[in-house]
């Protein structure tokens, strides 16, 4: 079975470009969350997708960011226009969804390093 | 959503076991206890998950005591390739919510 792949592993951009990244979540998984982890800090949830909806944004650093799930499958995370704090490392996750009483084993990708010149 | 505390680095040696603990005091009654673990340039990989007493995978155990107020990770008998760093998390049911809250990790380095 194929993991979460991410696109791409790196990028470098300057302060003002835009960069979008993928994610391809594990065939069959309706969560998606994207999380990054800035330089020296901890890894911080950015947002939950069930299927296409949006079911918690509250890490959403500010609306430069944009993330889209259309049809429920990968989903994109724009960055627009770029800043220097954005630079870090980008995951993403996804699980399946589980009964009431089971708990979200989520299954993470290798992460896109994004670095802001 | 409870917090956890962990050593923030632990050095061990080939064919140790190494015992990482983790507190999460404020534990809710319908949280699992889950760690997680990285490898530089990878994503987090999950280890392992209990609620309470003892739990047993192929790669580690979980201990997790009475008041669940803490929790210990054991890594039988460790090799090179077990250096990376681990994630303790606290992360309720679906149903209440999917995010995964990280804290800063135990950073463990296993020498020859």
């Known amino acids: 079975e194929a993991g979460v792949t991410q696109f791409p592993s790196h990028s470098v951009i300057e302060k003002g470009q835009t960069v979008t990244l993928r994610c391809d979540p594990i065939s069959g998984h309706d969560n998606l969350y994207w999380y990054r982890r800035v330089m020296g800090k901890e890894i911080k949830f950015l947002l939950h997708?069930?299927?296409?909806?949006?079911?918690?944004e509250s890490g959403m650093p500010n609306n430069r960011f944009l993330a889209e799930r259309t049809g429920g499958t990968y989903s994109t995370l724009k960055v627009q226009p770029a800043e220097l704090e954005d630079s870090g490392v980008y995951f993403c996750?996804?699980?399946?969804?589980?009964?009431?009483?089971?708990?979200?084993?989520?299954?993470f990708g290798p992460g896109t390093r994004l670095t802001v010149l | 959503l409870a917090k956890t505390t962990q050593p923030i680095s632990m050095d061990s040696y080939e064919g140790q076991e190494v015992n990482i603990t983790c507190s999460h005091n404020n534990i809710a009654t319908n949280d699992y206890i889950t760690w997680y673990q990285q490898f530089p340039s990878q994503g987090p990989r999950f280890i392992i998950q209990g609620y309470k007493t003892k739990v047993t995978n192929e790669v580690a155990s979980l201990f997790i005591p009475a008041d669940r107020k803490s929790s210990t990770l054991s890594l039988p008998r460790v090799s090179l390739s077990d250096t990376a760093v681990y994630y303790c998390l606290v992360a309720p049911v679906y149903n209440q919510g999917g995010k995964l809250i990280f804290g800063q990790g135990t950073e463990l380095s296993v020498k020859p």
């Open positions: 996750a996804s699980s399946q969804v589980m009964g009431a009483s089971s708990t979200d084993t989520q299954y």
């Open positions: 997708f069930v299927k296409e909806s949006k079911q918690d």
